[in-house]
C-alpha cells in the first residue's frame, strides 16, 4: 500500500488541523484516503512518518509557484483553481470543505452564446451576494443595525448542502443522510441551471457558487440516470433532468460551453479579482467589509476556540454549526493577486506564423524586421540549452566585472578589479588597448550608441568617460560618496548605483552635441536606499528601474517621477543581479543566498522562489528560461516554471561574474573569476 502513495497532504477539518489526505495518483482531484484524527499531534506524527518514508512523496508546492505557471499561461485557469483550492485545504473527500468554483457565465437566455461581450460574464470583482444591488440594499441595511459581530450574510458561497443540491442525481445516498432520509421539496431541488442562477441573484439568502463539476467532462450530474424519484414540482412536472439554457443542445455541449467560458479572455482579465475575494486578501477584515464579503463568524478560521468550549453540547451544536454551513477557505494570499499576461494579437500571430504561412499570400522576405527579430529570439531561446564554447582569452589580471560589445560585434571591451578597461578585437583575437584610470577595481561598463563612448563605473567613488576614437580618457564624473557598483544608460541619461546607499540620474550632453572638450552633467533625481545599492538595472521601456541591496532588499521605481514603486525584502544576502523579463510584467533577481526571485511588477508580490545549490552570479532571461553564470563556474539553463535545471554546461575555473548577450540572444559572452572571457555559440 505505502509504495502506491503519490501525495500526501495535511488538511483543516471543521476549521481545524484535524485532516490528512492520501493521494495514489499524480493528478487526481479526489483522493483515495482521507483520514480526520482527534488531535493535530497524531496527525502531524503520521505525517511525518508517511512523508519520511515516501522517496517520491511530492512536496506541497505553494501557491506564488502555480501563480507564475498561471500568468504565463502555461497552467489553465480550471488548473489553477482546482490547484488553489487544494492548497486552501477544499477537498472532494469533505463535502463542508468542497472546492468551490465561481459562476462564471450570467447569460441563460439567449440561444447563443457570445463569449465576446462583457454583458455574458458575472462580475467577478464581486461576490455573488452583492451582483444584485437591490438585494445587497437591504442587506446592508441590515448589516449596519446588527450587533457585533456582524455579518452581511447569513448563509455561504459553499456548504455541504449546496455540493449536494448540485450532485443530488449521482450522490443521492449522501443527499438522503443530511436530509434525514427524504429528499428535499422538488422545488428546491436543482431543477434548471437558469432558475438557479436567478435565485443566487434574487434570493434573500441564496448566495452559493459552484463546484468544480461544471467545469469538466462528467455530464452525469445533470442527467437522471438513476431514475429517482425527487419529486413533484407545483405545476405537477417530475424532476427528471436538469433543465438547460437554449444555448447548450446537451448536458456535454452545456459543460464544453462553460469550459470555453472559464478560459475566455473576459475571465482570464478578471479571475484575479474573484481569486481575491474567495483565497485573497479581500476574504477578511477591512478589505473584506469594503468588497461586501463578510460572512457568519463561524465560518472562518479562529471564529471560535472548539478546545475552550467545555460544555460537551455546546461543542456538539457548534461544530455541527461549522460543518453544516459552510466554511471559507484558507487565506492564501494577503496583498491583491496579480493578473494574468493576456498575449497581445501580435504574438499570437507571431506563434502562429509557422502554421499559416501556406495560405500567405505575402512572401516571408515582407515580414517585418520586428516579427523577423522576434522569431529569432524565440528560436534562439528555444535552443538555449545546445550553447557551445566558442573561444576564450584571458585578458585581465584579477576577475572581470563588465563587458560592453560595440554594435557590429567586432570590438569587446572589458573592465576588471585589476583596474583596467581593455579593448579586444574579435577579428583578430588580440587585445587592443588597455587604460588605467586609477588604481582601485573598476566594477561595470557600457558602450555608448555610435560606439565612441564607452563609460565605466569604478570603486574609487568616479564614473570614466572614454573615447575610443581618440584613445583617452574624455571626462570624469565625481558623482558618488563610495564605490559605483554598476551603471545603466538609455537617451543621454546615466544611472548610477553605488555603494553610499543611493542610484542617482544625471542627464548628460555629450561633449561632441556640445562642442566642447567635456560633457555636460546635470543630477536629475536621486533614488535614496537605506544600505548599499550593489546592481541596477531598467526595463526594456526605459521606464522603470530595478535596485538590489547588499541586504537582500530589491526595489523597484518609476524612472520617469523618481518614486519608489514597491520594495521587498528578497534575499539574505546581497543580491547579485536582477533583471525584468522582456515585457516588464516579472521581475527576476539572484542573490548570495543561492535564490531565484519572482516578483510581479505590477503588484509587487513575490510569486515564485527556486533555490539551486551555489549562488548564481548573473543571468540573462526571456521571460521563461534562463541562462545563469554559476559561482561553480557553469552556465545553467533553466526552466523557470517548472523550477529546475535543464542543461550544466562547464565554463569558467571559479566564478562566473558577468554576461553579456546580443539583441537576437544568439552570441553570449562570459567574464569570470579566472580572469577569462569566454565566446558562447548557439548550435542549431
Known amino acids: 500500500m505505502m509504495h502506491n502513495v503519490r501525495r500526501i497532504y495535511k488538511r483543516r477539518h471543521g476549521l481545524m488541523p484535524l485532516g490528512l489526505e492520501v493521494f495514489c495518483t499524480e493528478n487526481d482531484l479526489c483522493s483515495d484516503i482521507y483520514l480526520k484524527f482527534y488531535n493535530s499531534q497524531d496527525r502531524d506524527e503520521l505525517y511525518f512518518y508517511i512523508a519520511t518514508y515516501l522517496e517520491n512523496h511530492i512536496t506541497e508546492q505553494t501557491a506564488e509557484s502555480y501563480m507564475l505557471q498561471w500568468q504565463r499561461g502555461h497552467i489553465s485557469n480550471y488548473q489553477y483553481l482546482l490547484h488553489l483550492n487544494n492548497l486552501a485545504d477544499r477537498s472532494c473527500n469533505d463535502l463542508s470543505q468542497y472546492p468551490v468554483f465561481p459562476w462564471i457565465i450570467a447569460d441563460y437566455s439567449s440561444s447563443e452564446l457570445d463569449l465576446t461581450k462583457p454583458e455574458t460574464f458575472r462580475d467577478l470583482s464581486k461576490p455573488v451576494g452583492a451582483l444584485n444591488k437591490e438585494r445587497l440594499e437591504r442587506l446592508l441595511t441590515r448589516y449596519r443595525e446588527m450587533p457585533e459581530p456582524k455579518f452581511m450574510y447569513g ?64 455530464s452525469s450530474f445533470l442527467v437522471n440516470s438513476l431514475k429517482l424519484d425527487l419529486g413533484k414540482r407545483q405545476g405537477g412536472k417530475m424532476v427528471e433532468h436538469v433543465e438547460l439554457p437554449p444555448w447548450a443542445s446537451d448536458p456535454d455541449d452545456f459543460l ?16 484575479h479579482e474573484w481569486i481575491d475575494l474567495i483565497f485573497g486578501y479581500k476574504q477578511k477584515g477591512s478589505e473584506a467589509i469594503a468588497a461586501h464579503n463578510v460572512f457568519h463568524p463561524l465560518t472562518y478560521e479562529g471564529g471560535v476556540d472548539l478546545n ?106 572589458t573592465t576588471s578589479q585589476d583596474s583596467t578597461l581593455k579593448m579586444f578585437s574579435k577579428e583578430s583575437k588580440t587585445l587592443q588597448r588597455s587604460v588605467s584610470f586609477s588604481n582601485m577595481a573598476l566594477s561595470s561598463c557600457l558602450i555608448l550608441p555610435g560606439d565612441t563612448t564607452v563609460i565605466s563605473s569604478s570603486w574609487d567613488n568616479h564614473i570614466y568617460f572614454y573615447s575610443v576614437a ?158 545563469s553564470g554559476s559561482q561553480s563556474g557553469e552556465l545553467l539553463v533553466w526552466d523557470l516554471l517548472a523550477g529546475k535545471v535543464i542543461e550544466r554546461i562547464k565554463g569558467h575555473t571559479g566564478a562566473v561574474t558577468c554576461m553579456w548577450m546580443n539583441e537576437q540572444c544568439s552570441s553570449i559572452i562570459t567574464g569570470g573569476e579566472d580572469k577569462q572571457i569566454m565566446f558562447w555559440k548557439l548550435q542549431y
Open 155 to 218: 448563509s455561504h458561497y459553499s456548504s455541504p448542502g449546496y455540493v449536494l443540491f448540485y450532485l443530488v442525481r449521482v450522490a443521492p445516498e449522501y443527499m438522503l443522510c443530511l436530509q434525514n432520509g427524504k429528499f428535499d421539496h422538488a422545488d428546491r431541488t436543482f431543477n434548471s441551471i437558469a432558475e438557479t442562477w436567478k435565485n443566487c441573484l434574487d434570493g434573500a439568502t441564496d448566495f452559493k457558487e459552484l463546484i468544480p463539476e461544471f467545469y469538466e467532462n462528467d
Open 256 to 271: 464544453q460551453k462553460s469550459q470555453n467560458a472559464l478560459e475566455s479572455q473576459y475571465v482570464s482579465e478578471h479571475l
Open 308 to 413: 475552550s468550549i467545555m460544555d460537551p453540547n455546546e461543542k456538539v451544536a457548534l461544530l455541527t454549526q461549522i460543518l453544516e454551513f459552510g466554511q471559507t477557505p484558507k487565506q492564501l494570499f494577503t496583498t491583491p493577486h496579480p493578473q494574468r499576461i493576456i498575449p497581445k494579437f501580435k504574438s499570437l500571430r507571431t506563434s502562429s506564423h509557422n502554421v499559416s504561412i501556406a495560405e500567405s499570400p505575402v512572401s516571408p522576405s515582407e515580414e517585418s524586421f520586428e516579427d523577423l527579430t522576434e522569431e529569432s529570439i524565440t528560436l534562439a531561446w528555444n535552443n538555449i540549452a545546445k550553447l557551445k564554447l566558442d573561444e576564450q582569452h584571458k585578458i585581465h589580471k584579477e576577475e572581470i566585472t563588465g563587458i560592453a560589445v560595440s554594435c557590429n560585434g567586432s570590438s569587446v571591451f
Open 470 to 627: 581618440f584613445g583617452r580618457r574624455q571626462d570624469t564624473l565625481m558623482g558618488h560618496d563610495d564605490a559605483v557598483s554598476k551603471i545603466c544608460w538609455h537617451d543621454n541619461r546615466l544611472y548610477s548605483a553605488s555603494w553610499d546607499s543611493t542610484v542617482k540620474v544625471w542627464h548628460c550632453v555629450p561633449a561632441e552635441v556640445l562642442g566642447t572638450k567635456k560633457h555636460h552633467f546635470e543630477l536629475l533625481a536621486e533614488l535614496e536606499h537605506d544600505v548599499s545599492v550593489n546592481t541596477i538595472n531598467l526595463n526594456a521601456a526605459n521606464a522603470m528601474l530595478v535596485s538590489g541591496t547588499k541586504e537582500g532588499t530589491i526595489s523597484i521605481w518609476d524612472v520617469t517621477t523618481a518614486t519608489m514603486l514597491h520594495q521587498l525584502s528578497c534575499h539574505s544576502g546581497t543580491v547579485y543581479a536582477a533583471a525584468f523579463s522582456p515585457d516588464s510584467r516579472h521581475l527576476l533577481s539572484t542573490g548570495e543566498d543561492g535564490c531565484f526571485k519572482v516578483i510581479d511588477v505590477q503588484t509587487g508580490m513575490l510569486i515564485s522562489s527556486m533555490a539551486s545549490e551555489q549562488p548564481q552570479r548573473c543571468f540573462k532571461w526571456d521571460g521563461h528560461s534562463v541562462l
